[in-house]
Every structure is written in C-alpha cells, then in structure tokens.
C-alpha cells in the first residue's frame, strides 16, 4: 500500500513542477468539476454512509465520474489536484471516524484516493502518447476514449483488487469482481464521465448539473439492493438465511419443471453441535458455522442455491444435475461435502488454485482439549432428495430431505442418506 501512495505523491510532485500553461476556460473546467465533485458528496453522503457501512466487500465510489472527466478535460497536473480535493472533502462528510471507533479507517481512503490518482495520471500519459507527445489537448476523439477508459479501469481495479488479495488472503478476488456487479457498476460510472466530459466541452459548465440526477438515482438503487442483500444473508455465514432460500429455492425449482430437467436438495446438519459449543465455546461454534459455510461454497457451484436454516443445519439445492444417474451423482456430491467438512480431503486438494482450508480446530486452551488436535472432531449428516422423483414442490422436497437425515444420524452419524425413509413408530409406554 504504501508504495502505491509514495508513487502517486511523486507523479503528483513531478506534475506540479512542470505545470502547462492554462487558459481561462480550463481554470473554468477545473472549477465546475471540483465543484460538481464537492457537491455530488454534499448530495449523497447520508445514503453513502449507509452503502458504505452496509458493505463488507468492495466498495465502488461513484465519484469517478467526475475524476475520469478530469482525466479526460484536464491536464495531468490540475486533474490530479482535482481528485485530492474531492478525496478530501469526501472523507470529512463520509469517512471520518466516529465513535465507536470506524471500520473504515482514514487510511483506506487514502489508498483509494492515490489508486485515483495513478489511474487519472495512467490515462493523461497514454493520451499524450496517442497525441504524439502533447501533453494536453482537450477531450480525446472516438479512438482515443475507448483507449482512455480502458486505461483507467485497468490501473483503478488492478490496484484496489491488488491490495484486497494482500490483506485477505482468503477473499476470491475473481469472484469479486465477476460475480457481482461491481465491475459494471464502475463501467458505468466511467461512461456517465465521459458523457460529462463531453457535454462540458461542448456546452459549459451548467451541463454538468445534467449529470447529478442519474448519480443520485444509481446511489439510492444500490442502496436498495445492497440492504436488500443484507436481510437476505445469514450474519454468521453469509449464506441465505431461511427465508430468502426458500423463496429463491421455488422460483428455481418452477425453472427447473419448466425445462424438464433434474435437481436436487440436501439438509446438512452438524452431529452433536451442542456439545461443541458447550465444551469450546459459542465463539468457536460460531467459527465452526463460517468455516462449514466457506467449505460449501468452495465444493459447490455458483448457480447451486447454499442457505442456512438456522442453528446448525444447512440446505442446498442443486438445480442443475449433470449426469444420467441424479440419486448416484448426488450422492457422490454428498459424501465429497461429508468429507471435506469431516477433514479426510486430502492436505494437497486446492479451490481454484488455492489450498482447500479445514475447518478450524478447537483453541488449546479450551475445556475438555488436550493441545491442538490432528482432527477437528466435527462431522455432518446429510439427507437428500431428487426432483421430481421424490417430489414436485420445494415443501415435499425438504420433507424427504429430512427423513433421510433422520435416517443418516440414526445411522450413527457422520453419514449421507438420499431418498425416503420411514421408520418403526415409537413403542407405546402403559
């Protein structure tokens, strides 16, 4: 990180020593964009403090349409004073700490605002290296823009992306940015800037007011969706909680029946989870859960359905079986996720070229351990059953489900059932 800002403070010095010679309208430029910049902030900073503390992933700042218009309008020296000016006012209306203490320290903000600033000082390079040396020439041609907001989405995403594998080693940079709409999002802020730049060069200043609805209308969708996001999301997994599952479990179960294809379902359920939060701990309980929910997203594919019932049973659905035998490749699926939740993977399996994690052995210091085992000690049953062979709806599917799990823990646990089971009925006592 810190190399990262000492370059963007050198570029910003060596810019600043050789400043261009400016004329009336480009102090004119400057002017409306830090004003437009200052003033979007002014506009969204109660719904940005909610975005920003209602994310736990990357976080997309909006305020690039107005620094990519002064990579495009201004020269490299006045662009970059630009984004400073903003950054700054920025994290006094959004980011400055408060008690209790911030989860999005000052420093955070820095390093994006020197991410910014490499990309604004990236782009103004390569335009003067199209333009055959000249350092400035207004707002590029049609060849030239697509150059441009390349260049700076490259530069911005690569740094930001960079610096979250660093810290979070266990973050799926690729799922960050292909599987959400984070990318999109910073694509289509980058194209309202350069239809910014476009109408201030052509028409003045006043224009620029044009941008401000959209920007204000794209905050308070994403805020929307991202709370949206959150009530659907276990806070302890990240998982689906109950509610979202099911609903979304039905509507693929009726895309399923339309396309007349297979799925599937499987109830996972932790063997004796009381036990373990009562000798280790609630706190380590809770690190089973998260570590058994990272397992499952790991095994199973994207467009698998992964939610959390409550306590410590999981579901999933599996809409799209691949194979001729769906009972035998469920089952296989199955016995994988027991295995790997149980710790027999083998040591050397990887996730995407990353090595496989188990989950988390009790501390050693906790009651009833005797220093770190080799085995976690954790295991899962799962039950599981087929669509349609087993049943039609979601509520029927889950039914069968649980029978089968039923029939896995009175199997002694640590076991995988598919299909319906039924039991002797419970001797009646005098």
């Known amino acids: 990180m810190l190399v990262v800002e000492l370059l963007a403070l050198l570029l910003t010095l060596a810019a600043l020593l050789v400043p261009p010679r400016l004329d009336h309208s480009t102090w004119g430029l400057f002017a409306t964009l830090t004003v437009a910049g200052v003033l979007h902030t002014e506009l969204v900073a109660g719904v940005e403090r909610l975005r920003r503390y209602s994310a736990d992933t990357h976080h997309v700042n909006l305020t690039s349409v ?24 920025l994290y006094l209306r959004v980011q400055r700490p408060v008690p209790p203490p911030d989860r999005h320290p000052a420093y955070r903000l820095v390093y994006s605002g020197a991410t910014v600033l490499l990309a604004v000082y990236a782009t103004a390079g390569v335009l003067a290296a199209t333009r055959q040396g000249e350092v400035y020439s207004g707002l590029p041609d049609a060849l030239e823009l697509p150059l441009a907001l390349l260049t700076y989405t490259v530069v911005n995403t690569c740094l930001v992306l960079g610096v979250v594998a660093v810290a979070s080693p266990d973050t799926r940079v ?8 984070e990318l999109t999002l910073e694509l289509a802020t980058l ?3 350069a239809l910014t730049a476009g109408a201030l060069a052509a028409s003045g200043p006043f224009v620029a007011l044009l941008a401000v609805p959209p920007i204000l ?8 969706r991202k709370l949206r996001e959150r009530a659907d999301t276990d806070s302890k997994t990240g998982l689906l909680n109950h509610a979202a599952w099911h609903l979304r479990g039905t509507h693929e179960l009726t895309i399923a029946e339309r396309e007349r294809r297979p799925a599937a379902l499987l109830i996972l359920d932790l063997d004796h989870f009381k036990e373990i939060n009562d000798t280790h701990g609630h706190l380590y309980g809770d690190q089973v859960l998260a570590a058994t929910a990272r397992v499952l997203r790991e095994e199973l ?3 698998d ?11 999933v659905l599996l809409p799209r079986l691949s194979g001729h035998d769906g009972r035998e490749e469920v089952r296989q699926i199955a016995e994988r996720l027991r295995r790997r939740i149980a710790g027999e993977s083998d040591p050397a399996a990887t996730v995407d070229g990353v090595p496989a994690q188990r989950l988390p052995a009790p ?3 906790a009651p009833g351990t005797d220093g770190p085992p080799s085995r976690t000690g954790i295991t899962v049953s799962i039950g599981g059953a087929l669509f349609p062979d087993d049943g039609h709806a979601l509520t029927g599917l889950l039914e069968v489900a649980d029978s089968a ?3 896995a823990k009175r199997a002694g646990r640590d076991a995988v059932r598919i299909g319906r089971h039924t039991f002797p009925a419970e001797p009646e006592h005098a």
């Not at 990519?68 to 000016?85: E, K, N, R």
């Not at 799922?175 to 959400?180: A, E, M, P, Q």
């Not at 209308?217 to 929307?224: D, E, G, K, N, S």
């Open 174 to 181: 690729v799922r960050i940015l292909f599987g959400g709409d």
């Open 305 to 315: 359905l992964v939610g959390r019932f409550g306590g410590e049973e999981f579901v």
């Open 363 to 365: 501390p050693p210091d």
């Open 405 to 407: 799990l039923y029939a």
């Open 217 to 224: 209308a794209l905050h308070r969708t994403i805020l929307v």
């Open 191 to 193: 194209c309202l800037g």
């Open 66 to 89: 107005w620094t990519f218009a002064s990579a495009l309008l201004l020269p490299a020296a006045l662009g970059g004073l630009m984004v400073m000016v903003v950054y700054a006012h």
């Open 301 to 303: 594919r994207d467009h």
